[in-house]
């Protein structure tokens, strides 16, 4: 149990923080400046210098990317649709049955004709 000083100078403590945000670290606010990113286009002549993190990231990115659709190219077909067709065709099979159509030898190859 807390003792009653103990007590008091938790409410006290919590009194005096309370509405204070310690995480942020003070006001804090980025004025927007109407440059793409934040960076002021360079003067003429001048070349862009790129950060460290750049490089990693469109190789990380690309890289990924690729791997991506590698990946769904080659990923196995676990459909309904597939599995059943090769369901019934063993089945059609064990039975005896074709699972192709044939033409039957009677029938014409010519399209009627309306008369």
């Known amino acids: ?28 606010y980025n004025e927007p400046s109407g440059w793409l990113f934040g960076e002021k286009p360079l003067p003429p002549g001048q070349k862009r210098v790129k950060e460290d993190w750049e490089n990693v990231w469109y190789i990380g990115m690309i890289g990924g990317m690729g791997f991506a659709g590698l990946m769904l ?7 309904v649709q597939s599995w059943a067709l090769k369901e019934a065709k063993q089945r ?3 039975r ?4 192709q159509y044939e033409p039957s030898s009677s029938s014409s190859t010519t399209p009627p004709t309306s008369s």
């Open 1 to 28: 149990m807390l003792t009653s000083s103990t007590s008091r100078v938790l409410c006290r403590t919590a009194l005096r923080y309370n509405g204070r945000r310690f995480a942020s670290h003070g006001e804090h």
């Open 92 to 94: 059609m099979e064990a």
């Open 73 to 79: 190219y080659y990923k196995p077909d676990t459909s």
């Open 96 to 99: 005896g049955e074709k699972y």
